[in-house]
């Protein structure tokens, strides 16, 4: 089949040529359409509720809120996890299914379940399923700054004029506000006033409902005309509201005015947006839909605030501060870098080589029309041209040329040995179709040891997938033209009269091989014995590589995470957050500037506290830095916190903490959940851990987190009293409400704005203590149904598949992740006394470290099965195949040393790593086997067959490895996002090769000589 493909390739060739150019084309236009992003989507199947319940505390929510929706959820076809957390006012319910899973389908299955719930949830509570957006739908944040505007204006502004443009973009899920003052017209009752004219809150509360309505009467024929009716009696002004009659006595109507203050006030709020320690601002934060493409929604929205700019208030500039595109571009244009300095060098030691101009010219046109093909084929399957995707073309890009380069070198060895007078396509076509075979062997085992890679779940899963899927569609694309336009267009670009002729590095090349080849053929066993000793190295230093999931990323951007005492008040917070800006603005000249989100934001995606800050810190570019990397600034910037004792700060990356909490729940390298029923429990053992912990080294900005010293000013009802004065429980919750949190009664329409209509009384401690209230005629002080008591309680309450849990956080510096982890474990295990009914989870990076390991090692060992069996169908010969899958192990042993030496550890991308070395080590294999047999069968001896054979295949062996490692060198001094994950891959590949060559072109002739056949022996062998 593949001779006739060759023959009907030759025989077409201007056909065959047309169809190269159609692909290039076809190629060309694909890459032109391709989404462009940072990073593949990573995140799950995943659908988010938000409810809000004004007032409820954390395990008032739990039990009135989180605990009847889970028992409803559980249970939903192909649910993964459910995981909750309940703050005060707030639950956040997380569900994940199945991966491939449509989203619609599963939040209608959400949607269905809530249905029958939300009736007999707590009146007061809002909310539903948030927006079809990832944890890294996080694209665009920006603050409002300037134009002499107050914060509620400047919220107003986001609120009413940008947030609504902003969501008409396209792939724009939803814009999330946060900072500021949400406006208000706020009506504050007055006690006594009330009580004078026997009214109460309640009265004052259906007043102003029942008097906030537009409404059509419907429609009324006068004549010919008809006329539409309709009632108007909403309210546009505080006049309104001020004149809206309450009740009368007598003839006297009682208006809100009169025993009331009408103003303009503000909703509560639960969060807040600091700046550069200049106090608040406001922020906006574009929410990506699941599946945009980000740099579109990005160039979108910067185009859409460029339309806005002019109806915005004189002076109000939109301040950009993340920016998802410029990660985009700089990701894109490390690896496209990469890729350009590997293709030029992979041109260069083409010529070096070959020694022939147009024999590298026919090689090296196989690149671009590999990578050509390949982006047609990642359109087709739904890949964004990405960090991963394209870092696997990169890694690929030695590997496209091996089949063109042993095509084109037997073509040229044909040509030069043969002058005489059969026709030049027969010669190329002898010449193709007698390395076919081995070629196709060669590449398809070097696809198989990638499949793997396919297998692989979870984040490791979506992260290498699509490097495998673009590294089997570049090997697949580069086979077929290695077979069909590299012998057509060598029979047209390479000259009709060939001479031989060897480079002067060739020359040098052979001599050396000849010689240590002679020395080796007389000295078996020294050999064998100096191969052993190396693997013996290897093995013995493979233990000494530490293990971890992924090599951090770096993203540009710096996080730091601020934890205060649990009952700080936002106040207090935004007061200490100013002055840490400021502290690091004045100590660390790398940052340029700070925004820094407290507590919960406007959507509630994020369900923080009042005592937790989420620091962004603007970063000046790299050559203005007086620190040499991310860990001395960190360090840098614990120097400069050091004088605030008592805040807790750990490091993180926007990306990176949305990952971390999308797969575990939390934040950091590793997370040490433990579960059980009651929390101080809980608490007692995270703070036990965190000790344990924070004595391992390596151990950085371990956090317990603190869930005890939420203050709570409880009222006690008196039952029996408050029944005799004629009020109930939810009367006297009510009144309550009024006077702290406020009761939000409607809204005011105002054009296209609409602002709360809010009752709330002047809320303060001594307010509530001198409360009295309506009783019959007259007033009676609240301390007669009830008394105050001062107590403390939990911030949060953390849950997971229904079951409760804290989570102790760590990041790990200075050593690997594995050996942290089981030094941790065994720490634990022997020093904390778990009670009944508790148990802890390891989870974080080093659980995906944990099930990336496991994955491959059920998957690698049936692909190399596979790879054995494919040997076996091309050789025939069961003695032959394990000669080549000798290869394996010694390939092994470079990457190992390298990985050694340059300090890396074991993670998913060396091991992707390891795995390309198998499928070149073995290419090399298959082509010099291969050509020994054809040597035997012309009847050579085993002693000419492996020198005369290891001659000729000496060049395109060289070729392939030394392509395949020069392809990856650009990988090696790579800067810039996304090179720390590259560079495990190429120092593994690159080492590797070393041996993995050294030994093809040495080992395995010796090899042969001994055991290809049954009865060889070797012939003068001394030992």
């Known amino acids: 089949m593949l001779a006739a493909l060759i023959r009907f390739c030759l025989a077409q060739r201007l056909l065959v040529l047309l169809l190269g150019l159609g692909l290039a084309v076809a190629g060309a236009l694909a890459f032109r359409d391709l989404p462009l992003d940072a990073f593949p989507d990573v995140s799950p199947t995943q659908v988010k509720i938000i409810l809000k319940a004004p007032g409820m505390t954390p395990e008032e929510v739990e039990a009135r809120l989180v605990a009847p929706l889970e028992a409803e959820l559980l249970g939903i076809a192909d649910q993964r996890m459910l995981r909750s957390v309940a703050k005060y006012g707030l639950a956040d319910i997380t569900l994940d299914f199945a991966e491939g899973t449509d989203i619609y389908w599963a939040r209608a299955q959400v949607n269905e379940r809530m249905v029958g719930l939300l009736g007999s949830l707590p009146p007061g509570v809002s909310g539903g399923v948030a927006p079809i957006t990832t944890p890294l739908g996080d694209v665009f944040m920006f603050t409002l700054e300037g134009g002499g505007l107050s914060l509620a204006e400047r919220r107003h502004v986001l609120d009413w004029v940008i947030r609504p443009a902003l969501r008409t973009v396209p792939g724009v899920a939803d814009v999330n506000a946060l900072g500021g003052e949400v406006r208000a017209f706020e009506v504050v009752p007055d006690p006594e006033r009330l009580a004078a004219r026997g009214l109460d809150v309640e009265m004052l509360a259906r007043a102003l409902q029942a008097n906030n309505r537009n409404d059509g009467a419907g429609r009324l024929n006068v004549g010919e005309e008809a006329l539409l009716v309709r009632s108007e009696g909403r309210v546009r002004t505080l006049e309104d509201v001020a004149a809206t009659v309450v009740a009368r006595r007598g003839e006297v109507a009682l208006t809100v005015g009169d025993v009331a203050t009408v103003r303009l006030g503000a909703l509560t709020r639960y969060g807040a947006v600091t700046h550069d320690g200049r106090g608040e601002t406001v922020q906006g934060l574009v929410l990506a839909l699941r599946g945009a493409n980000a740099r579109e929604v990005i160039d979108g929205v910067r185009a859409r605030l460029g339309d806005l700019q002019p109806a915005l208030p004189p002076g109000l500039d939109v301040k950009v501060f993340y920016d998802r595109s410029q990660l985009v571009d700089r990701a894109l244009f490390t690896v496209g ?86 026709p030049r396509l027969h010669l190329i076509y002898r010449a193709t179709r007698e390395v076919a075979a081995p070629v196709v062997s060669g590449i398809v085992i070097i696809m198989i040891v990638f499949l793997p890679l396919l297998t692989l779940e979870g984040l490791e899963g979506k992260l290498f997938r699509p490097v495998a899927m673009t590294i089997l569609f570049a090997l697949g694309t580069a086979l077929v033209l290695s077979l069909t336009v590299v012998p057509v267009l060598a029979s047209w670009v390479l000259p009709s009269v060939m001479r031989p002729q060897e480079t002067r590095l060739m020359c040098l090349l052979e001599r050396w091989h000849g010689a240590t080849l002679a020395r080796a053929l007389r000295y078996p066993r020294t050999t064998a014995i100096v191969a052993l000793l190396l693997m013996g190295l290897a093995l013995g230093l493979y233990p000494r590589i530490g293990k971890t999931f992924l090599p951090t990323l770096d993203e540009g951007d710096l996080l730091v995470q601020f934890e205060n005492l649990p009952s700080a008040n936002l106040d207090e917070t935004l007061t200490l957050n100013t002055r840490l800006q400021a502290q690091l603005l004045a100590q660390v000249p790398e940052i340029a500037h700070i925004v820094a989100r407290t507590g919960s934001d406007e959507l509630g995606l994020d369900p923080m506290g009042l005592n937790d800050t989420d620091g962004f810190l603007v970063l000046r570019p790299r050559e203005q830095w007086q620190v040499a990397d991310k860990d001395a600034l960190r360090e840098r910037i614990r120097e400069a916190l050091a004088p605030f004792p008592g805040v807790n700060f750990a490091f993180t990356q926007p990306i990176e903490m949305r990952v971390s909490e999308m797969l575990t729940g939390t934040r950091g390298d590793l997370a040490v959940k433990v579960f059980g029923p009651d929390l101080a429990v809980l ?84 307010a509530l203590e001198g409360l009295s209230l309506p009783v019959g005629e007259g007033l009676s002080p609240l301390s007669l149904f009830g008394r105050f008591e001062d107590t403390e309680g939990v911030v949060f309450v953390n849950r997971e598949q229904a079951s409760r849990f804290t989570v102790v956080r760590a990041n790990v510096t200075g050593r690997d992740l594995g050996g942290f982890v089981e030094e941790a474990r065994q720490h634990v295990s022997a020093e904390l006394d778990l009670p009944e009914g508790y148990r802890i989870e390891w989870g974080g990076q080093f659980e995906n470290q944990q099930r990336a390991a496991q994955r491959l090692e059920r998957v690698v060992p049936v692909a190399l099965m596979l790879i054995f069996l494919l040997l076996f169908m091309t050789f025939g010969s069961l003695r032959q195949s394990f000669l080549v899958f000798a290869n394996i192990p010694f390939a092994l042993i470079g990457g190992v040393v390298a990985l050694w030496l340059s300090g890396q550890y074991l993670s998913v991308p060396a091991s992707v790593g390891f795995i390309a070395l198998l499928g070149i080590a073995v290419l090399n294999g298959v082509v010099l086997v291969s050509h020994f047999n054809q040597l035997r069968a012309m009847g050579l001896s085993l002693q000419q067959t492996v020198i005369e054979g290891t001659r000729r295949r000496l060049r395109p062996v060289l070729m392939t490895a030394s392509i395949a490692a020069l392809g990856l060198l650009p990988l090696l001094f790579a800067q810039g996002p996304g090179s720390e994950i590259q560079k495990p891959l190429a120092i593994v590949v690159v080492g590797g090769l070393v041996t993995a060559t050294l030994l093809t072109l040495i080992l395995l002739p010796l090899l042969y000589l001994r055991y290809a056949e049954p009865q060889a022996r070797p012939e003068g062998a001394k030992a």
Do not use: C, H, W
Not at 391 to 418: K, P
Not at 717 to 726: H, I, N, P, S, T
């Open 683 to 766: 608490g007692r053992l995270a703070d036990d851990i965190a000790r344990l912990l924070a004595g391992i080294p390596g151990a950085t900005d371990v956090v317990a987190p603190e869930n005890e010293g939420m203050r709570y000013l409880n009222f006690i009802v008196d039952r029996q009293r408050a029944g005799d004065l004629g009020l109930d429980a939810d009367t006297l919750a009510d009144v309550l409400r009024v006077m702290v949190e406020g009761r939000v009664l409607g809204t005011v329409q105002e054009g296209g704005a609409r602002t709360p209509l809010l009752l709330r009384a002047n809320g303060s401690l001594q």
């Open 337 to 422: 870098k990469a890729l350009g300095e590997a293709v030029a060098l992979v041109l260069i030691l083409l010529v070096l080589l070959l020694g022939n101009p147009r024999a590298a010219l026919v090689v090296a046109l196989s690149l671009p029309l590999s990578a050509l093909g390949t982006f047609f084929l990642m359109r087709e399957a739904g890949l964004s041209a990405n960090l991963m995707s394209l870092g696997g073309l990169a890694i690929a890009i030695g590997m496209l040329v091996d089949g063109a380069v042993v095509v084109v070198e037997n073509i040229v060895r044909e040509l030069e040995r043969d002058a005489g007078p059969r």
